[in-house]
């Protein structure tokens, strides 16, 4: 039994998808973020970042998604969720799960969190331009490798599309628009109607509506 901790939107929605795509016996924890549960000393026992989600299973606690994913993946490889050691798109799947983390993501949290960059209210403003400007370079890179491809590693769904999803969906509101890259906005409307990305989205009150409209 897997347990994940989780609050909606947040970064747990890929390891949510994972776990509903392998099948896998498992149980949400609802950790209030709105109320700082993930500070709690109970929670910080599990997670000493004080971040969401956590997984835990058979005794063994992992913290930060892209390794949660990661874990899952390797734990069901007949869904190919994570290429196998010797297939040469394993290193691919590595560096955009890696760009994805540690460029996309790193860029959304400043986005959404301009106050820890800076003194001032003009300040942030500021940093919410500039910010937006390198999400946008993020997206047009993920949109050249989308040419040509169904899915961001090639023909085949992989864990790196439910990670794309969900902080793609973060970054509905930034500008420009995600009509910029066709390629991206064709790929979202696909998968925004995948049937794990569905039922994920319903149980965290996420709309898929706006996707279709893209």
């Known amino acids: 039994m897997f347990t994940l901790y989780h609050f909606p939107r947040t970064a747990g929605f890929a390891p949510h998808c994972l776990l509903k795509h392998v099948g896998a016996p498992f149980q949400l924890t609802f950790v209030d973020k709105d109320k700082e549960a993930q500070k709690t000393a109970d929670y910080l026992q599990l997670n000493p970042v004080g971040r969401i989600p956590t ?48 460029t996309l993501q790193a860029e959304l949290l400043i986005y959404y969190h301009p106050e820890r960059y800076t003194l001032s209210k003009a300040g942030m403003v500021e940093v919410i331009k500039a910010v937006e400007q390198r999400i ?79």
């Open 55 to 102: 997984l835990v299973h058979e005794g063994q606690t992992i913290f930060e998604s892209p390794a949660i994913c990661i874990y899952i993946s390797e734990l069901y490889p007949e869904y190919r969720l994570i290429p196998g050691i010797g297939d040469p798109l394993r290193a691919q799947f590595f560096q955009w799960l890696a760009f994805l983390n540690n």
């Open 136 to 214: 946008n370079e993020a997206l047009s890179i993920i949109d050249k490798q989308l040419e040509g491809h169904d899915y961001l590693l090639g023909d085949d769904l992989t864990a790196c599309d439910y990670f794309l999803f969900m902080l793609v969906d973060w970054a509905m509101c930034t500008q420009p628009s995600l009509l910029a890259h066709l390629n991206l906005a064709n790929y979202l409307k696909r998968i925004a109607q995948d049937p794990i990305v569905q039922a994920v989205c319903q149980l965290e009150g996420i709309d898929t509506k706006p996707f279709h409209c893209l």
